[in-house]
Nanobody
Framework: VQLQASGGGLVQAGGSLRLSCAFSGRTFGSYSMGWFRQAPGKEREFVAAINWSDTNTRYAETVKGRFTISRDNAKNTVYLQMNSLKSEDTAIYYC???????????????WGQGTLVTVSS
């Protein structure tokens, strides 16, 4: 399985970015997908997750109302729309695939390489 994250970059506070993660090697529609992030000097933390059938999502409290996770099973891709970005959102963002709609990184089997998001204040 390969996950390729893209869409990171430099954005001003209050701006928006959309991250994408392309999934290949297995049946994408069989997996729940998640986004995690890791800021410098901090542990990896959960951001958002979506179940395999696109009927359920969950979010970290810190991003709820600002970020939206979605997926397109026909394109084998999961997205993270990030609005109203804050400096504290600066991190490397990782996509992950697993069997459960989970906020725990150790319940995901497959990981992408990460994409850097930098929010300037």
């Amino acid at each position: 399985v390969q996950l390729q994250a893209s869409g990171g970059g430099l954005v001003q506070a209050g701006g928006s970015l959309r991250l994408s993660c392309a999934f290949s090697g297995r049946t994408f529609g069989s997996y729940s997908m998640g986004w995690f992030r890791q800021a410098p000097g901090k542990e990896r933390e959960f951001v958002a997750a979506i179940n395999w059938s696109d009927t359920n999502t969950r979010y970290a409290e810190t991003v709820k109302g600002r970020f939206t996770i979605s997926r397109d099973n026909a394109k084998n891709t999961v997205y993270l729309q990030m609005n109203s970005l804050k400096s504290e959102d600066t991190a490397i963002y990782y996509c992950a695939g697993g069997g459960l709609l989970s906020n725990r990184y150790n319940e995901y089997n497959y990981w992408g390489q990460g994409t850097l998001v930098t929010v300037s204040s």
